[in-house]
């Protein structure tokens, strides 16, 4: 990919930088004062680009893969992708830096391949992989991650059900032995549960919401998700986030050296968390900042008890629906002689859309105890 740097990128990228000094350095007002600067110049559309997605095809998903030398790692990640049964999905890789001995095999794959002239980092470049998006679903994956052939109709059909403002998966490492110790957070059991987005590389978010609340911090790689799933409640606290078991990624565990590096970026972002947790302000204009929906994010509508039964309706059509068709699929997958695994991914659904439906109906008698209560209440008063 050889295209000349646009010189007025090159310096919005110093500023960048210099942002990322001070947050080292955990001077994080001069820090955040420096990226508001950064983010109201930055134009992604100057980013060294190789087309070669299929645009006249219908995307419904778009998998974002922010790359700092993986090499023939982020190779595999995209033949696992490739293999998938649902093809509603486009790929877009962000290369941070360090995967020349891959540079001919991404350049004959069937991507949007980003060049980015310096490591922006997976927080921002996550963020430039998203603003190329044509999905309506935002899947973020790590780059050395495998997937089964279901990930992205799960990701997909998961998000379809309305249910959700956000997903994030399970973590199951490549090769498991008495050894491998699992972080307790990349595993939270079979049941699909209310979570944090603390696995940012297994995680699906609605691309509009993404855009509305500003994306990923850029300034942050350590606690990112944690940090995105505060906004997304702030902004959209009637809207749920939820761990999916079903969405499982292979993904090798840090050891050694890059284990200490990992658990010193989380002590920063720990810092900066606090940081934005007592400056709540300031925390603001990480969305205020937003090009898209700098308007949207200063007028969201109250939601009244009234609106909560609708929507809890709607979520309620909605999962029977995928319900219904999940138990055609399992039929006609069983006629059809398909693999068990298939099957069985069907009906892991299946049960995990049961639960969301029978806790959707216990949200919505919930509420409309809250609304009867309210009426007498009023009625007394």
Known sequence: ????????????????????SFYLKQ????????????????????????????????VESSVVLVSYGSGIKLIDCIQSLQKQHDDSFEIIVVDNGKNENVYSQ??????????????????????LGASFARGKWLIFLDDDALVEGSYTKIARTTMESGYFIAIRGKVLPKKQDKKTEI?????????????ELTVEGNMVMQRQTFMDIGGFDPLMFGHEGKEITWRCQYFFPHKNIFYWPLLRIKHNFAEGERLKNKIHRQNLGFAYLNYLNNNKNTWKTITSLNKVSKKKSKNIKKITLEDKIQ???????????????????????????????????????????????????????????DMQELRVYRFHQ
């Open 183 to 195: 972080p307790k957070h990349y595993d939270l059991g079979n049941r699909a549960i209310p979570s």
């Open 311 to 369: 929507i809890k309706l709607n979520q309620s059509q909605e999962i029977l629906e995928k319900i219904n068709a999940i138990k055609i699929e399992i039929k006609r997958n069983k006629e059809q002689s398909k693999p068990n695994s298939i099957i069985e991914n069907n009906q892991d659904e299946f049960h995990q859309l049961i639960y969301l439906l029978n806790k959707t109906s216990i949200e919505y008698k919930d509420i409309c105890d």
């Open 106 to 127: 991404l350049a004959s794959l069937p991507i949007l391949w980003i060049k980015s002239p310096i490591n922006l980092l997976p927080s921002e470049g996550r963020n």
């Open 1 to 20: 990919m050889a295209q000349i740097l646009d010189a007025s990128l090159q310096a919005v990228l110093v500023i960048f930088e210099n942002a990322r």
């Open 27 to 58: 001077d994080f007002k001069q820090a955040r004062e420096v990226i508001n600067e950064y983010q109201k110049l930055i134009d992604y559309s100057l980013f060294p680009i190789q087309e070669n997605r299929n645009l006249t095809k219908t």
